[in-house]
Every structure is written in C-alpha cells, then in structure tokens.
C-alpha cells in the first residue's frame, strides 16, 4: 500500500513540475518536499511497514491437499 502511495506522490510532484506549478503553497507543494514524501513511502515499504508482497497471510500458500503426499 504504500508503495502506490509512493507512486501517486510522484506522479503528482511530476505533474507539478511539468506545469511549473506550486498551487499557491510554495512551501507545501514544492518538488523537493513532495520527492521526500515519496522516498519516506519507498523506504517505509522497503523496510516491511505495512502490508507489503506477501504480507499479512503467511503460513500456507496453497490450498487443498499438501502436494507430493500421494
């Protein structure tokens, strides 16, 4: 989760970028704090907080029968 966190603050420091925007907030809204946010997501994510690949499940990945007993 929050990778795609991480992706939308990207995509919105890009889209900021690309139209030289800050929308009024200069020091809110600008692309080096939004480039942080995203990489705080990123190492956050990284670091196992959250649910991440795989997580939250654990024990058994299948279903059924357990394979190779007969």
């Known amino acids: 989760m929050l990778a795609y966190i991480a992706a939308a603050v990207f ?21 080096e704090t939004l480039t942080l ?6 190492a956050l994510y990284l ?3 959250g649910r991440g690949p795989g997580g939250g499940g654990g024990g058994r990945w299948y279903r059924g029968r357990r394979p190779g007993r007969g």
Do not use: E, K, T
């Not at 995509?11 to 809110?28: E, V």
């Not at 946010?37 to 990123?42: A, E, F, R, V």
């Open 47 to 49: 670091a196992g907080v």
């Open 37 to 42: 946010i995203g990489l705080l997501c990123l």
């Open 11 to 31: 995509g919105f420091a890009l889209l900021l970028d690309l139209f030289d925007s800050d929308l009024g907030a200069p020091d809110l809204f600008n692309f």
